[in-house]
């Protein structure tokens, strides 16, 4: 309450900058408070249903169109190219919407290319947006695939807490073909993974978080 | 504007004497930064004023009462006051 009296009166008043609705933000202006870690930094603030908003538009906008056609690797003092796989397109995945150095060095030369697209760029060469991704094994009878895992709330251990992406589908959901609810009747299973050994000469390791039978 | 229904109203009337008015600057800064911000708008009694450059805004010739009292300005959390004059 602000009591005036008979008179000349004044009162300060200090702001608070809220910053903008990022869930209404289109691509172009979202990307920069991707990039300088200001989404990143207010990631669990946000409200959660935002934040569910938010993690679709960044992954239908940053994941979905990302199609990484062949990769290489230093090999024998030359370089060994290869046709990229699961594995691949999560570590090129989670090296922009992540934290690119949880899962591979800078100057390590482990190079990859826009599939249709000659150029080839570094892991960890763009910018990243920091936020909280895994690796997610899915693992079915006869049937093992690499996808990603972008954490939407703080219990790791609820499914529906996270959203899974790969490839073109940036909503992996139990039954589509990424994510076989079971196999032979065999029920599949699905995993968070944590990196213990960045990628070195197409190789890195993991333990596992969390996981569920579907 | 009074608006009146079927039946019975009542309004009460609270009357300044003259002289006995009050005048409200406000100034408005960055919580952060400390700066000041201008074309916030402030609203009182329905009175709508915007911050100039250097966050100040101005009401004149307000009267005893009570008053809601809102601030906003984009990007910033609004501030909602009462303000009371007696």
């Given at each position: 309450m602000i009591s005036l009296i008979t008179g000349e009166n004044s009162t300060t008043f200090t702001m608070v900058e809220v910053g903008p609705?990022?869930?209404?933000?289109d691509k172009e202006q979202l990307y920069p408070y991707l990039t300088s870690g200001y989404v990143a930094d207010r990631w669990w603030d946000l409200p959660s249903r935002n934040r569910r908003i938010l993690a679709q538009n960044i992954i239908d906008w940053w994941s979905v169109p990302f199609k990484v056609g062949r990769y290489k690797y230093p090999y024998n003092g030359g370089w060994r190219e290869r046709r990229a796989d699961c594995s691949i397109g999560v570590v090129a995945r989670m090296s922009i919407i992540g934290d690119w150095e949880t899962i591979c060095t800078r100057g390590e030369y482990y190079l990859a290319s826009w599939e249709g697209h000659a150029d080839w760029y570094e892991f960890g060469d763009r910018s990243c947006f920091y936020l909280p991704c895994y690796i997610v094994k899915v693992q079915g009878y006869g049937f093992n695939h690499g996808i990603c895992g972008l954490q939407?709330?703080?219990?790791?251990?609820?499914?529906?807490?996270w959203l899974f992406f790969q490839y073109d589908n940036g909503n992996i959901r139990p039954g589509d073909w990424q994510m076989p609810i079971e196999l032979e009747g065999v029920r599949t299973f699905v995993s968070i993974e944590r990196t213990t050994k960045k990628l070195k000469a197409n190789s890195m390791n993991y333990e596992t978080i969390t996981e569920w039978e579907l | 504007m009074i608006e009146l229904k079927t039946g019975e109203n009542e309004t009460e009337f609270v009357m300044s004497r003259e002289g006995e008015e009050a005048n409200w600057t406000i100034v408005v800064i960055d919580k952060e930064t400390g700066r000041s911000i201008d074309r916030a708008r402030a609203t009182l009694r329905g009175e709508v004023k915007y911050t100039n450059s250097e966050g100040l805004a101005y009401f004149q010739g307000i009267r005893k009462g009570t008053y809601p009292f809102v601030l906003i300005k984009e990007g910033y959390e609004t501030i909602r006051d009462t303000v009371v004059y007696r």
């Open positions: 609705d990022l869930t209404k933000l939407l709330d703080k219990d790791m251990t609820i499914f529906d807490n | -």
